[in-house]
């Protein structure tokens, strides 16, 4: 066997990643992992042991939390980014990041490759690969898990040889992926897309009906677009974060559940919690009603749906993300300003608004005395705004009207 | 005063509407009214005997909720029609089909203009004048209320002095437009966008923490886009919108709450309460995704912002609407199926799914032994679809990485 | 060797898919070939003597001239598709018309397998093998030129070593592709876009510099967005459009040359000449722009690139596409009326719209005494159209107006 | 008669503009007059004179071409603005910038208002009084020739009572407005759109077929999205648009004749010569397709249409506009190389691109020996690419594939 030079591989200290080591080494690779704390429940100390006994020739834990929100998390939120309207993007924005670490490791130690755990079928291995490609186009991708074939006995087995310690408990019968932004949720009863999802399968959630039974008012401050305190009290993102992840998570806020298109062509039912996604994503989307003039607003509508799409699909190193951010920073400028948020059993409301940059005017909106908008105006101005359909059709006359016989409509 | 001719107004048999009839006449109109049933709380017979009161020559009272849905609300559902993503127009929808038989009535008893009661800031105004333009453009269209400048003690005046019976009891503060698809309220205390709409401006849905404590399970049957039954019971359109509004309602289900741009240029607070619409809106969604291919979900997002626009602003019978319902349909003969919904406290959640239609492949999306998914394509589709990404990279190399110091980041 | 049945190929009758022939027949299949005419210059009857003596078991040639104008140009025609806004799609057209016969053939003679002679780099093997998993998804499709890796020495000596004819002239510098719709040309000095295209490169069009030096004027006849008629003579599809290559061609209109991003991830130097589709695609464009709603006008804007995208991607099978289609019908039901075009030297300009659908109305439009339009109505318009960008500024003011020094600005 | 305060006119030294100087004194103002030159043919000190000598109380001539190029025609050019796809805005980018400078006098004189000379059924008035209002709120804005209901005749007696000299030669039959980006042409025998625009109604242009007979080639510099030198020269912009108006127009290049939708409401046919335009927006738009990624030439694409329709309504001064430049901004830091282009009888056509940041890779495009491609990847691509197609189908089977009887396809 040569010996083939050193790989960075990603590394969460699971069964899979665990035999990659293995696996790694016995295609001739020096392995060194990283692993990145994004806000999943991880030891990093005990991870860097446990890769250090499997036979890494060097162990890097990252805690990356901040960067996440700041580079990754606040942008899409800027965004309003959801895949197909609904998925908040959670796994899909970390990829690029850890991505970027894996680079950066695999730079540092002179490494000739990067590897990821991912199969052969999920969105990841694309995100990982497209975002290392653009990082660093010299540096190869090996995707053992997708290469061994093994089946899950033979990997037991595998493991066995080699000494990995094999869990003893059951496997859990989902598949996870978990941090600041959000828990995914996979495989098992999931599977049958008429099955609703188990209470076991949420961990961030209380189930809406063992809630709190009193609602629950919150304010969030945002500036530029992005949250800056909570109730009055300025807080960084990731404490922000992960206070709202447990104050909206016990109150049953944050479920997803829906069927998704996958890049590589099928779909899939997943599962997500999001508390503070969705709480976040809600109040700034009302702020931004707020706030945006009208043809921002539904010119950037379009926008989010397209800049979803790009993270989801690995695109986050791209010429477009960065043309889009500008937009998106430009037009935020003046999304500032509270929204009271009322969270019970498993739904977040916006119940009050108010804003510096408020473009409602209470002297155009008001029906009492107080009006000053010029109602001469309104005639002129639907003339103008109908002659086009009604010169449409004089051109093209609509057919003669045709109504339910009189006693259909009660005459 | 010379004599004008006939004509026909939207008749509510609110004092607006009562004033004009005698105002009209005043201007040496014979007036015909015209009131439509669209599913709000409305005594038909009462409203046309006041009508004959006040001095009307003729009054029509129509039961048009059959084709407000099959026409109006079936059409919007299709294209999941929200005004800026939010509002599932309601209001707006009633108003061509108003129109419709403004016109009809008009062309019946040669009448040579209708007239609304609008004031000159809404959006029906403008509604009621591009409707009725496009399907008679030789008829006149008077706006009453918009022109005789009368405050309200004149107008109370002016009503006293022509035996129009004045409510006595106090006006309430908020002002409503009511059908099948949902309820508008607007002003009082709402005109301040901070404050939390209370419980006495909704009519059609419990506060969530009085609704039932038990989660409550439908089954909602479609075809192309379009519910047909209730629990397996096949059900028309109306029936079936009623029963979802009684029994979501009665969740506290449908409630709407926000900052909305007006098209006559300034932004409004609207709360609305919807609960069928919040429900079948949900349920449709949801089986789109399950049952539409990728790019057409894709294509059609961008639609039906552009759809609920148009609607909002009183293009129905613009050719812009037919093309688009063509694109609809067409996209809609498949989503067929049912979906199964929780309801609980305000909210309304889709918990399963099933079609014959499904384009949901077991086979493809498993993680089990089943999967036929060939993971070895995987590969040489990364290559390919990061392959312009790692390009652009090759020809403006990102940065140097940097990273937070080390120890930032837990080396 | 195993007999592994039969299999179709798509064939030309040059080189390349004669190797094919024998290469599967290698293989262990029998080979039936498949050869259509769609306007490309082709003795078919040579073309399948040819593949019966290189040793096919069947060879069908056929005349699909009809269908492709029909089916594929027409509805390409009706929603002006472009991809990237320039290419107007001929060799992409015949792909799917090709994939459908080939589909055809198969299931009429029992074959296992489809093949084609395109490379692994090009956008055709897309094409073909996306449609034909669309229209047959159990048939397997090959690609044998893909597949073999031969040179271009070893492909001769192959060929040589199996009786197939080499051809004794020089292989033309360009790799073309040819149908009614257009004529395709790449490589050689194109593959640097610094290089203007030489004259030698093209076939179907003269030299502006060459072409006649009057101005000739044609007046083609449109109904509901498709070409009836040129100078009066009604005409079927394939004919006129014969016609036109002949009349623009010899004018020296339809060359199209550009910078192409093939789906594949490179960008790629592409030479087209097309004059029936430059002449009908600008004289339906300008049609449109008479008798289209404005707001249709817009709408359709963005969908007539995203049908070129799919087009151009293989995705012509796909719901997107006939929703689309179903969009795009509805639409250019009014696209009925005459363009009168001037080409000249390379150009073809549209210089006279005449159309009973025209939405041109003299009394709105005129500046002379007969002018219909109410003036009175664009103050109050005005003033609603504005009154957000007012508001805007009332809340965000501009900046204090700073002018280049007087001197500057001519003080 | 009151005294109203001052009023800065937009003057443009017309009998229309004469006129309403003396009209505005007769209402009761100060009139003062602001004369911009932003390229048309004009002899400032002449118009200064004329305004005094007609009782202006200030006359201000203001040479505004560097601004016009570089704050409104530049950005214009990033976003390729063309209104409905066609018309490059030459009239339209003008006005904001004329309605900077009228506020900007007003402020410095103590002005009450502002006043334009458009009558009510263009779109100028549009532009001028919804930027006049996002830019200083509180000015009014007055429009005497849409207010005084002149007739052609009674205008010119009112002019001889007022001692205004009237032009003695025939009026034009055209209606012209001109700048550096073009020329616009209204009126007429133009507005029948049947008729082919004569050679009368054009000044910027030869006829082509007057045009030079050898083809003229040029090389064109861009840095980030802008032009920057012709043929290796460095010229700032308004010059290397003089430059270029001059030659290509000599060419006969930059004639454009279209139906264009009036913001107004109806259709109306437009003629413009713009030969800068013409030449620069096809260089640009060709070199972008050497530069942009993909996803940013599609992304941009839906954009530019959306630029070319705020500037056209007037919304140049809103949020919008902002946001989208700061999009552009980004996405031309790219846009920088070398276009030739080839000027011929009416025709502008880039015949060859180079670029520092080509994203064209010789070694991917190639069909030579140097070809870098991976082949291989392509079948796992395709495989992925078509799966959703091939699922719809199986879900929803192709109907029997039905084909013209044998004979009709030559079998």
């Known amino acids: 066997m040569t010996y083939k030079g050193k790989v960075v591989l990603a590394y969460s200290g699971g069964l899979d990643t665990c035999v990659a080591v293995k696996w790694l080494m016995d295609q001739g690779y020096d392995v060194v992992t990283m692993t990145a704390d994004v806000g999943q429940v991880v030891d990093l100390e005990a991870v860097k042991d446990k890769a250090l006994k499997t036979g890494a020739v060097n162990a890097y834990v990252m805690d990356l939390r901040e960067e996440f929100v700041s580079d990754f998390v606040w942008p899409a939120l800027k965004a309003n980014a959801q895949y197909q309207g609904t998925y908040p993007l959670n796994s899909a924005l970390s990829r690029p990041l850890i991505a970027k670490y894996l680079v950066w490791v695999a730079q540092m130690e002179g490494a000739v490759a990067v590897a990821h755990g991912c199969t052969g079928k999920g969105q990841d291995q694309v995100r990982f690969e497209v975002c290392v490609g653009a990082l660093d186009p010299k540096l190869q991708v090996l995707a053992p898990v997708r290469d061994w074939h093994f089946s899950r006995e033979t990997e037991i087995e595998y493991a066995k040889e080699h000494g990995i310690p094999v869990p003893v408990t059951a496997k859990s019968p989902y598949s996870i992926d978990e941090n600041m932004w959000g828990r995914a949720i996979e495989c098992g009863v999931l599977e049958d897309p008429w099955n609703e999802p188990p209470s076991d399968c949420f961990a961030l959630t209380a189930d809406p009906w063992d809630a709190p039974d009193a ?91 397209k800049y979803g799409e790009l993270a989801y699909v690995g695109y986050w190193y791209s010429p477009l993300k960065e043309a889009y951010d500008a937009f998106f920073d430009k037009a935020q400028e003046v999304v500032s300003g509270v929204a009271r948020v009322r969270l019970y059993k498993g739904q977040a ?63």
């Open 215 to 305: 609602p629950l008012y919150m304010e969030i401050g945002f500036e530029k677009g992005l949250p800056v305190s909570l109730d009055g009290a300025v807080m960084e993102g990731p404490a922000l974060i992960a206070k709202l992840n447990e104050i909206a998570g016990a109150c049953g806020v944050g479920r997803i559940d829906m069927i998704e298109d996958r890049l590589v062509g099928f779909k899939s039912r997943e599962v997500y919690e999001c508390p503070a996604a969705v709480v976040l994503m809600g109040a700034h989307k009302a702020l931004e009603k707020l706030t945006l003039a009208k043809e921002v607003h539904a010119a950037k509508a379009d926008m989010e749906n």
């Open 349 to 411: 409301v916006v119940v009050g608004l108010k804003s510096e940059n408020s473009l409602y005017q209470d002297d155009l909106a008001t029906y009492t005395d107080a009006d000053t908008f010029d109602h001469g105006s309104a005639k002129g101005f639907i003339n103008v705004w109908g002659l086009a359909v009604k010169t449409w059709r004089q051109v093209h006359p609509a057919e003669a009207l045709t109504v339910p016989d009189l006693k259909a409509v009660g005459q």
